[in-house]
């Protein structure tokens, strides 16, 4: 079953009295307890899930290997069925993640989706053998929560959705199969409903993260660690109360010594910015590293 937003209607699915089909869903008004339309008909088996979106003009029905989404106006379906098994949308409604179905030949994946054209944006490699339980967004639909469950280990990953990466080591329990996962009002909290009626819930809040780690590594990433994990991306202080790496000026001489000037002084006046301290000009120390 799946209540709407606004708490004025409720989907059900799954139907196993000789009245309707497995493969049904029926909308029902809360207020007056009368079935909405007609059935909702177009899965040949029996629906595994169903979720509205946040302005419940749209509902998804999902089975083992195949989601629909249903305008719930009209009763209609919004294009043809997809192929996957479960479905979440961000909380503006913007974007969809569908999950690969359970069958499915490896690599296996989550589907981003442009609710307002089904197209895809994007897309999530997960493990070649991971089965997909549940997935939620966090608020702000930055972060993608995935509860999987591969070769009897459960576990939740966390994507950052922009990149379609991972944000560090699975989150392990001891419990179940994790078939509900959701994010607090605020996103610092991941709370996760597990088939042994256990509750578990984690700190996701990304700041506190950094807070640890720069209370155990006592410094900020080298500029070495930075570009091997980072790349290009220009380098700042991950511990702001901490210095930063005293050995960026020499990696800015490195590049100098290779022919970047250009590079180098990208490098230098990084530096600078990080320390207005450095009694260093950019351009001539490029210039002065090349010319010895």
């Given at each position: 079953m799946a209540l709407s937003l606004n708490g004025?209607?409720?989907?059900?699915?799954?139907?196993?009295?000789?009245?309707?089909?497995?493969?049904?869903?029926?909308?029902?008004?809360?207020?007056?307890?009368?079935?909405?339309?007609?059935?909702?008909?177009?899965?040949?088996?029996?629906?595994?899930?169903?979720?509205?979106?946040?302005?419940?003009?749209?509902?998804?029905?999902?089975?083992?290997?195949?989601?629909?989404?249903?305008?719930?106006?009209?009763g209609r379906p919004r294009g043809r069925p997809q192929l996957g098994s479960e479905i979440a949308f961000t909380f503006d409604g913007k974007i969809s993640a569908v999950s690969a179905p359970p069958a499915s030949e490896p690599p296996r994946t989550i589907t981003l989706r442009d609710t307002s054209t089904n197209q895809p944006i994007g897309q999530l490699t997960i493990g070649d053998h991971d089965v997909v339980l549940q997935m939620a967004f966090s608020p702000d639909g930055k972060i993608l929560a995935v509860s999987n469950v591969s070769t009897n280990t459960s576990s939740i990953t966390l994507w950052d959705v922009a990149r379609g990466e991972r944000l560090g080591q699975p989150l392990e329990w001891r419990g179940g199969r994790a078939f509900a996962v959701g994010f607090s009002p605020d996103g610092k909290t991941l709370v996760a409903g597990s088939e042994d009626h256990g509750l578990i819930a984690w700190d996701v809040n990304l700041e506190s993260w950094r807070e640890r780690a720069c209370g155990i590594a006592n410094r900020n990433l080298t500029y070495e660690e930075w570009t091997q994990f980072l790349g290009e991306e220009s380098y700042r202080a991950t511990c702001p109360t901490l210095p930063i790496d005293p050995n960026i000026v020499e990696a800015g001489r490195k590049r100098a010594r290779a022919g970047d000037i250009d590079g180098a002084m990208v490098i230098f006046k990084r530096a600078l910015e990080l320390n207005p301290a450095l009694r260093l000009n950019p351009k001539q120390e490029a210039i002065k590293v090349v010319c010895r």
């Open positions: 004025e209607v409720v989907a059900a699915g799954s139907c196993k009295s000789e009245s309707c089909d497995a493969g049904e869903v029926r909308l029902w008004n809360i207020q007056t307890g009368r079935q909405i339309g007609a059935p909702l008909i177009g899965h040949s088996r029996f629906v595994d899930d169903l979720a509205f979106s946040p302005d419940g003009q749209t509902l998804a029905s999902t089975t083992l290997d195949d989601v629909i989404l249903w305008n719930v106006s009209t």
